[in-house]
């Protein structure tokens, strides 16, 4: 195992357990970032301990007993440090501090914006920089967002803790929204594509922490059906390549079929969530030989399971106009561009495409310069570029 992977692997756990010890975000983090330096130099010399986990955590919490005599805090609080770990059985796996940091970052009370920026510094151990530059914003804002996050936690009383089984189903939401929103960061952007990696590990987690969750699952399972389509995504200009194009040869079976197998457990439990119809829906697309095999209707009929949002109602408008007709679908979709999806770039673009399907080339090149004007990306505009080129001839 790579310095990396460990880094990745032991950070979140390192810095959970010394929080749950020492209260303290700032010196937790601190200290973690000396144990994992103390690693760096010295495992190539030394090798890297039988087991690393236990090492930084040893290492990490020396450095905080330290800390602490400085600063002269009571005996009780370097007792508590200083039985943080035993040479016998040291408990830096325990997997709750894990969780109750997840629980934590992802809090209700912190907005959107500040639970992935602590989920990313605090369990990924991304550095402010590297967050700031995912996120296109300043270093000095993202590190100012950091300490209001962590400001916020500790003036509100926001416990650290795993939410007692009757907060449960109002707080695992929280988490799992931020999970799929750190996903789609880094699936919609190939810049940002490591934040779908951390989703996804920190999603593994999530699974591994509460195996009884089955929109847990469900997410885990709809990041990897989607993830495993990543590289055919992007064609060699770097145009958007759309699903019923993409080249089904290329696409990751191993993922797939971990996907495949993860929502089938999940579905096993009889309690469908979002997440599981969503990647039940991913599933339908995976699992299709072909893009004339998808079974469309299915589709449509899970889209109709979803709460109905605008977004959702859009797209399932799609799924009804592949399984119906494409005149089915414009006129779906034309029910919905005077409500709230007026100025989604994804509406026009879905009008040109069904325009193009039906032969109505003039009007689908409307529609496409339309889309063209609200693109979010430079892979979209190189793709509905191509498409305006095609109903302009």
């Given at each position: 195992m790579t310095f990396e992977e460990i880094y990745r692997q032991d950070w979140g756990q390192v810095v959970a357990t010394l929080?749950?010890?020492?209260?303290?975000?700032?010196?937790?983090?601190?200290?973690a970032q000396e144990a994992f330096a103390a690693a760096l130099e010295r495992w190539p010399k030394d090798g890297v301990p039988d087991r690393p986990g236990?090492?930084?955590?040893?290492?990490?919490?020396?450095r905080a007993i330290d800390w602490l005599r400085r600063e002269?805090?009571?005996t009780q609080k370097l007792q508590?440090?200083?039985?943080?770990?035993?040479?016998?059985?040291?408990?830096?796996?325990?997997?709750?501090?894990?969780?109750?940091?997840?629980?934590?970052?992802?809090h209700p009370a912190l907005a959107m914006e500040a639970r992935v920026a602590l989920t990313l510094r605090t369990l990924a151990g991304l550095s402010t920089t590297e967050i700031a530059r995912a996120f296109l914003v300043p270093e000095t804002t993202m590190s100012k967002r950091l300490t209001r996050a962590k400001q916020k936690i500790q003036h509100a009383g926001i416990p650290y803790r795993v939410p007692p089984a009757h907060l449960l189903p109002e707080r695992t939401p929280a988490v799992l929204a931020v999970l799929y929103l750190l996903f789609n960061e880094g699936y919609s952007d190939v810049v940002r594509s490591n934040l779908s990696g951390?989703?996804?590990r920190l999603a593994r987690l999530l699974v591994q922490l509460m195996p009884d969750e089955p929109e847990a699952a469900g997410l885990l399972a709809l990041m990897l059906l989607h993830d495993a389509r990543r590289d055919t995504r992007l064609a060699p200009d770097g145009a958007l390549v759309t699903l019923d194009e993409q080249d089904r040869t290329q696409w990751d079976n191993t993922r797939i079929t971990e996907g495949v197998d993860l929502l089938d457990s999940a579905l096993r439990r009889r309690e469908p969530g979002p997440y599981q119809v969503q990647a039940a829906i991913a599933a339908c697309h995976a699992t299709a030989r072909t893009a004339a095999d998808t079974d469309w209707p299915q589709i449509a009929a899970l889209y109709a399971q979803l709460p109905q949002t605008p977004v959702v109602a859009l797209n399932r408008a799609v799924a009804i106009g592949m399984a119906d007709g494409p005149a089915v679908g414009l006129r779906l979709v034309d029910e919905l561009a005077a409500g709230?999806?007026?100025?989604?770039?994804l509406l026009p673009a879905t009008r040109a495409d069904l325009l193009r399907r039906l032969g109505r080339y003039a009007e689908a090149a409307v529609a496409y310069r339309q889309a063209i004007e609200l693109v979010a990306t430079d892979a979209e505009r190189r793709y509905l570029t191509k498409r305006l080129a095609e109903v302009s001839d």
């Open positions: 929080i749950r010890v020492t209260g303290d975000w700032e010196l937790a983090e601190e200290c236990a090492w930084l955590t040893t290492t990490a919490r020396n002269a805090v009571g508590e440090v200083a039985a943080m770990t035993h040479d016998s059985e040291p408990p830096y796996d325990v997997p709750d501090d894990r969780l109750r940091l997840m629980f934590t970052c992802c951390e989703a996804i709230a999806l007026s100025g989604y770039r």
